[in-house]
């Protein structure tokens, strides 16, 4: 580092990557990301992806792109304007600004930047940055792709396999403006290339190309240097929200003592989920990936019944497509987990993006009454914990689960502290053996239940004198047969209904963050958790009282919600559709009417924006 230069250290910066889907951006993103979480950085990310597959090179519909927020306090929010901002082509440029701050940094690829560029990127002039009113930004010109053919000549590459590292040069000119360290992405690269060892070397040069242009050219009038602060001992990992769903149950299945089962079909932004559960069959998981939805979540049933933690994953309109099967599994009384990764809609919607809008279709979504317990995560690394608590409900209270993350906190990544599996809430099946005294394999009947609980038990095919047969049609409270019976009909859907009721009295109860004398409660639930505790922290600093209430448990809420709400004149529900949970919160809560704050633009919620209108509430 050149000791003239002056370093500007930060509690934390906002950093933007943009450019074309083949540019490589996310790849850039993830590794600066791991270089902060190892440095001692709290992170938070945000992959934005175009919708489109392969949209035409250089147009602003194939700008793909990835923000993080690194700090050295608890970042969770990927940030709402960025500080440095990387964009390998007009496009990218034009998509991003209204992204930045007034005085941010901006790197260019100047090669990039040509007349047909700008012309592809819908420029009216030849001067984009006076085009986009971009005065009090600080540019960074470099000629990247010049560079990086020019020094990759001698590596053996052709001119598009080199072309391809120049997201690397931008990673190395960001980890010298960061004064990051080069040797762990080197050791990224390393790993990610060592089959191929001209390419991990083209890449690796590319990386310190970067770094030295900043260097040796004095790129910015600043370094930054953002603290770090000691983090809490343990094996730390940064993971993105469908790892962590995974990961949660594979937790969930060691501490049940059951092989774990998925069924599923791919589906935007599920998949991963899939991607990462098929690569641990040495843990006992069994991937089925299944012609369409409904093959998908009927092969889990199947394997339910059998005796396994049966795991079925879809996005909103694969939700819909399982509605039926979903009702089967109501009707059977069989543990399933259904996991919904929100994204925009209806119909194909916008597949890359994120909203809360399936949650009445998860809470009501299936023909009768179908009650079913619902968990929505709150961040990428809490995705852990709530699908651990979805396969807990379902394997305990023998009924299927929903549980609701988005694309947000689905794609993007926070560090996450792994956990000592022992540290766990325990998971017990609700087996036959645990059957009351005098109930034997003689007298038992498949819809035997707890009656405090109302839980049925779970008799494994293969348990001696427990043989039995499920299905979709009403059963007799009492024998276990069919049946048609208007009063057993009304009372099984009442038992149904009393035995989700139950679970309020096994989860977690709320806690308020904030001031206990708050003028103004704002509630939430799921993937915007970061957004809006930020936003009543930045409200608190300009001296207002306010307090945050969020909610992980939907269906049935936790035992104290009605008392919380009710402790505060003002209530704002905000969530990223037009209402549904504040019209929730309202058929359960009589004379419940809180203020709202909808948003659905595919996008998460703007910080400002909620802070301006958080304000505005307390001052009416």
Known sequence: MDEQKAVKTLKDIVIRFSGDSGDGMQLTGTIFSDLSAMTGNTISTFPDFPAEIRAPQGTLSGVSGYQVQIGSRAVRTPGERADILVAMNPAALKVSVGYLKKDSIIIIDTDSFTANDLRKAEYITEEPFEELGLKTQQVIPAPISSIVKEGLKDFGLDAKSALRCKNMFALGLICWLCDRPLGPAEQFLDRKFGKKPALRDANIASLNHGYDFGHNTHASASIFRIETQKPIPGRY?????????????????????????????????????????????????????AEDEIAGICTAIGASFAGDLAVTTTSGPGLALKGEATGLAVMAEIPLVIIDVQRGGPSTGLPTKSEQTDLMQALYGRNGEAPMPVVAATTPDTCFLYAYWAAKIAVEHMTPVILLTDSFIANGSSAWRIPDLKSLPTIEPNYVSKLPEGVTAENWKPFFRDQETKVRYWAVPGTPGFEHRLGGLE?????????????????????????????????????????QDAELLVVGWGGTYGHLYEATHKVRERGYKIAHLHFSFINPLPLNTEELLRRYKKVVVAEQNSGQFARYLRGIIPDFAPHQHNEVTGQPFVLSQLVEDFIKLIEE
């Open 237 to 289: 990992l940064d993971i993105n929200g469908n790892k962590a769903t995974a990961y949660g149950l594979i937790a969930a299945s060691e501490r049940a003592g059951l092989d774990l089962f998925l069924g599923s079909y791919p589906i935007t932004p599920a998949t991963d989920i899939l991607h990462e559960l098929a690569r641990h069959k040495a843990l006992g998981v069994k991937t089925v990936q």
């Open 475 to 515: 059963k007799n409270y009492t024998t276990s047969a069919i049946s048609t019976d208007a009063d057993n009909h009304a009372l099984m859907v009442k038992t149904r209904q009393e035995k989700v009721d139950y679970i309020a009295n096994c989860i977690p109860q709320l806690e308020v963050e904030g001031d």
